[in-house]
C-alpha cells in the first residue's frame, strides 16, 4: 500500500512524517527488490492457480487518486513490468476540494513555526499543535478527525484564509484516471471524500459506495471492482453494503499476508513507507 509519490521539500513534510509518502528514489529501489522476489501482478490475481515452483505473487495499490500517482508512479512501475490499482476518492476525480486531511497539512506547512500559530489555532478553538509530529499523528488531528465533516471543513477554510495556505497536491482527474486504465492499471473505489465507513448512517454509506462505482463506470474499469476502505474503516455492515454495490475485491489496512483467498471483501496489505528497500518488514522472509 502506498500513497504518494513526491520529493521531499518545504510542502511535502507532513505527507512524509505521517509515511504516507515516498520519494520516487526510494519507490524505483523498492520495486527492484520486489521484482527479484516476487511476481508483480494485478490485485485479482494473486490467488489465480499457479504451477509449481511458481514465484510468490505480490500487487502494488496506491490510495487516494494522488496525480503523481501517475505523473511518477506509473513510469517507475513500468519499468518494472508492473501495473497497480489505484484506489481514487471520487470527490476531488470530480473536481471537489481536496481531502480534509491534505488541506490541514497544506495549513500545517503555511503556519507551524510562525509567529500567529498558536494564536491562530487557540482562536478558532483547535488544540495548539507544537511541532510536526503532533500535526499529523497527534492528538489535534484525531480532534480534527473528530468534528462533523461539515464544521470541520468550514473550520480548515478559515484557517487557511487566515495563514495564506494554499493546498499544493492534485489529484486525478477523470481523465487522469482513464490514462492510468489504458497503461493497463485498474482503477478503485476508496469513497468519496474519505469517511470513516462504519461511522456512516445507511443512506450515506450506500451514497458514498454508489458513487464510487459510478465513478469506476466513468473512468472504463471494466475489470472485478476494487474497493478500499478510508483510512481501513470497516464493519460487518461495511462489508455487506460492499458486496451489496457489486465490489468484488475490498482492500483493508490490516498488516498481514492475504492467505485467505475467501475474504475478498478483507484483503490485508502491508504499508510501505520510507527509504529502506524492503518496503515492508513482513515481506523480507517470504519464499
Known amino acids: ?108 506547512h503555511a503556519g507551524l513555526g510562525r509567529r500567529p500559530w498558536d494564536d491562530v489555532l487557540l482562536r478558532r478553538g483547535v488544540p495548539v499543535a507544537a511541532d510536526i509530529a503532533a500535526c499529523v499523528g497527534g492528538g489535534v488531528k484525531q480532534w480534527l478527525a473528530a468534528l462533523p465533516a461539515s464544521e470541520r471543513d468550514t473550520l480548515l477554510r478559515d484557517l487557511a484564509a487566515e495563514l495564506g495556505a494554499v493546498v499544493p497536491v492534485a489529484y486525478l482527474d477523470l481523465d487522469g484516471l482513464r490514462r492510468l486504465r489504458r497503461l493497463g492499471w485498474r482503477i478503485g473505489g476508496h469513497g468519496v471524500n474519505h469517511r470513516h465507513l462504519s461511522d456512516c448512517d445507511e443512506p450515506t454509506l450506500v451514497a458514498e459506495l454508489r458513487e464510487s462505482r459510478r465513478l469506476l463506470v466513468d473512468v472504463d474499469e471494466s475489470g472485478p471492482r476494487c474497493f478500499a476502505y478510508p483510512n481501513g474503516a470497516f464493519s460487518e455492515r461495511v462489508v455487506r ?47
Open 1 to 108: 500500500m502506498y500513497h504518494r509519490v513526491c520529493e521531499r521539500g518545504p510542502d511535502t513534510r507532513c505527507w512524509f512524517e505521517r509515511g504516507t509518502a515516498v520519494t520516487p528514489a526510494a519507490l524505483e529501489r523498492q520495486l527492484a527488490w520486489l521484482s527479484e522476489r516476487f511476481a508483480i501482478v494485478p490485485l485479482e490475481e494473486l490467488h489465480a492457480p499457479a504451477g509449481a515452483g511458481a514465484r510468490p505473487r505480490i500487487a502494488l495499490t496506491f490510495d487516494d487518486g494522488y496525480a503523481d500517482t501517475l505523473e511518477i508512479a506509473a513510469p517507475i512501475c513500468t519499468r518494472y513490468g508492473a501495473v497497480a490499482t489505484c484506489f481514487a476518492c471520487a470527490g476531488p476525480a470530480r473536481g471537489g476540494p481536496a481531502l480534509w486531511f491534505d488541506a490541514w497539512y497544506a495549513i500545517v
Open 241 to 287: 453494503a460492499v458486496a451489496a454495490e457489486g465490489f468484488d475485491f475490498a482492500c483493508t489496512v490490516e498488516r498481514a499476508p492475504w492467505t485467505e483467498p475467501k475474504a475478498r471483501l478483507a484483503i490485508p496489505r502491508v504499508f510501505s513507507r520510507g527509504d529502506a528497500q524492503i518496503p515492508h518488514p513482513l515481506l523480507a522472509n517470504v519464499s
